[in-house]
């Protein structure tokens, strides 16, 4: 199992484990990240310097991905855990504590002071991951992330080695 960086040849797969994913759960509708421009073009969206985009690979076969990315909310240097989706055979095999893992290694190097989610009440096994990782349940949402949609947020607050700003 390796994870790395999205390359702009990954874009078709990452997309269509999204929309799968998006589709097993209900949320294949306005409010959700079925309508983000970005996925069809993940590698692009996540070349900026405050974002990474990570791919879960098992041989040669993606199996899944998550990106953080600069989310302007109430708190000051927060980020946005973003579509994170695993193929449903990968699910509860080590991948996605891996892929977060490596999420939150990324967002400490960014100097990221929090990260926040947005999720689905019935996604319950992502929900498991995100508290094994120290998230918090939150009782609102934060921000403005256009997914009106979904009814659970998290709080991981990180603890940089770089000077709080």
Known sequence: MNVRPILSSDNLIVARIIRDALTE??????????????????????????AVYLVVEIGNRIVGGGGISRFDCELSDCCE??????????????????LMTALINAANELSYSHIYLETMSTMMQAQSLYLKSGFVRLTHSLGQSGHNGCDAWFMKELINEKECR
């Open 25 to 50: 759960f209900g949320a294949n509708r306005p409010g959700f990240a079925w309508q983000d421009p970005e996925l069809n073009d993940m590698y692009s969206a996540y070349e900026q310097s405050s």
């Open 81 to 98: 855990l973003q579509k994170m989706y695993l193929l449903p055979s990968i699910r509860g095999k080590g991948a996605g504590e891996r």
